[in-house]
């Protein structure tokens, strides 16, 4: 597999075609721009959350253990979410279910280059974004919904390129790993069918 370094890169590639179409042709304000293009970057390296280890499953799980409360807060009573005890407990209480409570579950669910390297996880993952962002309108919510999905899939791309190795230099001889990154299902049956729940449920939500 292409290492995290490569796949940031492809991240910010990604993004940076999102946030430049956002700008340019939806004419989006700057601060929209740049936050389709982090947003974007963070979808190059979202699906090796299933490398159970290393760099990717802590950068990815400590930025969504505060991204997600705070994006969620928005839609809770004003008068609330302005009390610094509430402050306290939903914070700390956010961050220890998603960075370890989520985190160990995925690690329990998947394995490396399983159902989260797949095309229908890059679909869900665009789908969630775009509802966690939808208050900032369709548009916008659309264009982050894309540049996550974006991400994702340039992820799998790199994945996949990197099952190719030359022989003679010039001819490709496909890995052992070739066609695990860029696929529809897992061989995991229970996994897979989830996965197609949820999507059926966020895109229900999105057009209902
Ligand atoms: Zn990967």
Redesign the pocket.
């Known amino acids: 597999?292409?290492n995290f370094n490569t796949?940031l890169t492809g991240g910010i590639i990604s993004g940076a075609g999102a946030s430049a179409l956002s700008l340019f042709w939806f004419d989006m304000n700057i601060i929209q721009t740049l936050s389709i293009f982090i947003l974007g970057a963070i979808g190059g390296i979202l699906?090796?959350i299933d490398?159970d280890s290393g760099k990717p499953l802590n950068f990815i799980f400590s930025t969504i253990s505060i991204l997600i409360p705070a994006l969620m807060l928005q839609k809770l009573n004003a008068s609330e979410r302005l009390s610094p005890e509430f402050m306290a407990c939903y914070f700390v209480s956010a961050y220890i279910i998603i960075n370890y409570l989520v985190c160990m579950f995925i690690k329990k669910l998947t394995v490396h280059?399983g159902i989260i390297?797949s095309i229908p996880f890059a679909l869900l993952s665009g789908e969630i974004s775009y509802l966690l962002f939808i208050s900032s309108g369709s548009n916008f919510a659309a264009m982050v919904g894309l540049s996550v999905f974006m991400g994702c899939i340039t992820?799998?791309i790199?994945?996949e390129l990197n099952s190719l190795s030359f022989k003679f230099v010039f001819i490709p001889v496909l890995k052992k790993s070739s066609g695990t990154?860029f696929k529809m299902k897992s061989n995991n049956l229970y996994v897979t069918l989830l996965l197609y729940l949820l999507i059926f449920i966020t895109t229900s939500i999105i057009f209902l």
């Open positions: 597999m292409a796949h699906p090796d490398s280059r390297h992820h799998l790199f994945d990154a």
